[in-house]
């Protein structure tokens, strides 16, 4: 009796030993698969650049946050921004009299990654301001944020959202510093959040509520729509496109679609 049991543990130690290189072989087959999934190219760094001027209340700010958390959350997001095996690069940048990095950049090549991202936007901080200084926050992404990626990406998108017209540059100055973003290689998609009764008519002369009326609007500035205006002053680069948000309840949803198209080849197709 004990001589079977000596020869059945021989027998079962035998096996293990005749395993144990199948399961060094697969950890190691682990290893590589991450290690090239933390090399490979990233499709896309998606820099989202969010206003938080005057106009821009508790209210907003917080509605604007939690459609970016929202989005990251979002099922088909995160299946389209870790589709490839080099996920997508995001950062996010607040802007006002000046333009801050509010979310470093950061990975987004799995489930976690996005979740982990979508809890430190909503930890964000409120940063004040009073004016929307559109040509300053270009200069920012062009000068600071793009040159701090951690990797190279095969495209470079920068999501600018708000609901007011630049009320700090010149009209030169504020297409000289498109036009350096856009020398970046970076295309410069927009999203307008249209207020009824607030910014239906922007430009000279336009009536302005509160954040609007802070400092004259550089002339010779027409009177137009905030949507119009976003595709004259902001669009740019291969592919760019608008999509409108109707009013700050209504910032989820367009952010969701707009993350989707940007990230997706549906970006490079989309039009104005």
């Not at 590589?32 to 190219?41: D, F, K, Q, W, Y």
């Not at 996005?114 to 909503?122: S, W």
């Not at 040159?147 to 009209?171: E, F």
């Amino acid at each position: 009796m004990g001589e079977r049991r000596r020869s059945a543990a021989s027998r079962a130690r035998v096996r293990l030993r005749g395993r144990i290189p199948l399961v060094l072989a697969a950890l190691c087959g682990l290893a590589t698969a991450v290690a090239a999934g933390a090399e490979a190219t990233p499709s896309v760094a998606l820099v989202v650049a969010v206003d938080v001027s005057q106009s821009v209340d508790d209210r907003r700010f917080t509605l604007q946050l939690e459609g970016i958390a929202a989005a990251l959350e979002d099922p088909e997001v995160v299946a389209t921004m870790t589709q490839r095996p080099g996920g997508t690069l995001f950062t996010m940048v607040t802007w006002a009299d000046r333009a801050s990095v509010a979310l470093n950049w950061r990975r987004i090549a799995s489930r976690s990654d996005a979740l982990a991202a979508a809890a430190q936007v909503r930890a964000t901080p409120r940063q004040s301001g009073e004016f929307t200084c559109l040509g300053q926050m270009f200069r920012t992404v062009a000068a600071s944020v793009i040159p701090a990626m951690p990797a190279p990406a095969q495209r470079i998108v920068v999501d600018v959202s708000g609901d007011g017209i630049d009320n700090c540059t010149d009209p030169d100055s504020l297409e000289a510093e498109r036009n350096a973003l856009l020398a970046t290689e970076a295309t410069i998609n927009g999203l307008p959040i249209l207020v009824p009764g607030e910014n239906d008519v922007v430009g000279a002369g336009a009536y302005r509520s509160p954040g609007y009326g802070l400092r004259a609007t550089p002339l010779p500035q027409e009177r137009t729509g905030l949507a119009q205006w976003y595709r004259d002053h902001v669009l740019g680069g291969p592919g760019a496109f608008l999509l409108v948000a109707a009013g700050y309840g209504d910032f989820s949803r367009a952010l969701r679609r707009k993350f989707v198209m940007e990230v997706s080849d549906a970006g490079d197709r989309a039009g104005r």
